[in-house]
Nanobody
Framework: VQLQASGGGLVQAGDSLRLSCTAS????????MGWFRQAPGQEREFVAAISLSGSSIRYAEPVKGRFTISRDNAKNTMYLQMNGLKPEDTAIYYC?????????????????WGQGTQLTVSS
């Protein structure tokens, strides 16, 4: 599956933004999906994940209550709604497809990655 992330940009603290991840290929609707992010000089970290059906969701602690992950299998698209953005959310955001149906937070279980979209939050 090939993934294309979009929707990043430059925003101010407190703003909202929605990222999208569009998948090509037939396997989007057979995989769990996730969002990761990587800030300069830091490791790529888990942000949110959603199971194939959308019934199971996981969030990293720093984004709980502010970010919402969702997916539309009919459109082969996953979303990340981000509210109450903070400067520490600044990073490149990557969408990824897992080699499993079930939700997973483990980076090594993701084997298809998009190119990333930059989010910069100014204070």
């Amino acid at each position: 599956v090939q993934l294309q992330a979009s929707g990043g940009g430059l925003v101010q603290a407190g703003d909202s933004l929605r990222l999208s991840c569009t998948a090509s290929g037939r396997t989007f609707s057979s995989r769990a999906m996730g969002w990761f992010r990587q800030a300069p000089g830091q490791e790529r970290e888990f942000v949110a994940a959603i199971s194939l059906s959308g019934s199971s969701i996981r969030y990293a602690e720093p984004v709980k209550g502010r970010f919402t992950i969702s997916r539309d299998n009919a459109k082969n698209t996953m979303y990340l709604q981000m509210n109450g953005l903070k400067p520490e959310d600044t990073a490149i955001y990557y969408c990824a497809a897992a080699n499993t149906l079930d939700v997973t937070t483990i980076r090594t279980q993701y084997d298809s990655w998009g190119q990333g979209t930059q989010l910069t939050v100014s204070s």
